[in-house]
């Protein structure tokens, strides 16, 4: 049986990642009364992407062309650090939580550098924004992991993500999702911190960073955000809608619905609120560390 559910959890990080925008896409477009793009268009652009050939400037190193693959590999492997359902991860340890962290710092570093490999100035803004709001999202992220080793008295990220359905909902759990919810929308460039879809560099922070590629290069990187959305979507899941029954397969698919709804509400939270200026970004992961370590302070007691 951990056969099965390691292939299935497998499977879905290498093929559902890139639904989750699409659901995105398709909720602000119904907010906005458009039909919208197909709720698979990402898939489409991805293989359009990866058909086409590339620009590379002159002026960039092997940094340039390798930070999308780098990024990819490193966001995979923390994907599959992750259970995806009440099952056991594909690679699970102790201490495994300390490399996820650092997986996910390993991803963004690669993708600053390649930005200034550049010697532009708009990507080289970009980073300096992006590796400043990472200070304080990874603190939030580490300290919400900090709350589920005392919920799970473990230290790999199995036993402590499938805590909660052992464990009756509590204060700092339910304070910690909501910090951790705000990490994932600044992780990956979401409403209120960052719009995706904006063209303007001088707003801009992740996007900015990968206006130099293009083909296939500009392919992997939008499959790698793709795949860094649905992994932290899935450690809030666990902490929000914790689900088990006796069947594994149910079990499956229920988490992957409760993942399109998910995207959905990340989608409708897109719909309903602005984009913060760039000067009240830190208040806002700010707040979600103190969230974080409020409920971790709470566990202590």
């Not at 001088?202 to 296939?216: A, C, N, Q």
């Not at 993942?259 to 707040?287: C, F, K, W, Y």
């Amino acid at each position: 049986m951990d056969i099965v559910t390691h292939f299935l959890q497998a499977a879905s990080l290498l093929l559902f990642p890139p639904l989750l925008p699409g659901v995105i896409n398709k909720t602000k477009a119904w907010f906005a009364g458009r039909k919208g793009p197909p709720l698979l268009q990402p898939y489409f652009d991805i293989y359009k992407l990866l058909r086409k050939r590339m620009v590379i400037s002159t002026t960039t190193t092997w940094i340039f062309q390798a930070a999308p693959i780098v990024t990819l590999v490193a966001t995979a492997l923390a994907g599959l650090l992750v259970p995806l359902g009440p099952f056991a991860a594909p690679i699970h340890f102790a201490g495994d939580m300390i490399l996820f962290v650092y997986l996910f710092g390993l991803a963004r570093f690669f993708t600053t550098a390649a930005a200034l490999d550049t010697g532009s100035s708009f990507e080289g803004m970009g980073a300096s924004r992006e590796v400043t709001f990472a200070c304080i999202s990874e603190g939030a992220l580490v300290m919400g992991l900090l709350v589920l080793v005392r919920l799970s008295h473990s230290i790999s990220l199995t036993p402590m993500l499938l805590a909660p359905l052992t464990h009756s909902p509590q204060a700092p759990v339910l304070m910690m999702a909501a910090g951790l919810f705000v990490v994932l929308l600044a992780e990956n460039a979401r409403i209120p911190v960052d719009d995706p879809n904006t063209h303007l560099e001088l707003t801009m922070i992740h996007e900015v960073m990968v206006l130099d590629y293009s083909g296939p290069l500009l392919g992997i990187i939008n499959y790698a955000s793709a795949v860094r959305l649905f992994v932290l979507s899935a450690v809030v899941l666990h902490l929000v809608a914790p689900f088990q029954t006796v069947i594994p397969l149910v079990d499956w698919a229920v988490f992957m619905a409760e993942m399109v709804a998910m995207a959905g509400v990340i989608g409708t939270l897109e719909s309903v609120m602005a984009r913060l200026q760039l000067r009240h970004v830190p208040t806002l992961l700010v707040a979600a560390g103190l969230l974080c370590g409020l409920g971790f302070v709470l566990m202590v007691r």
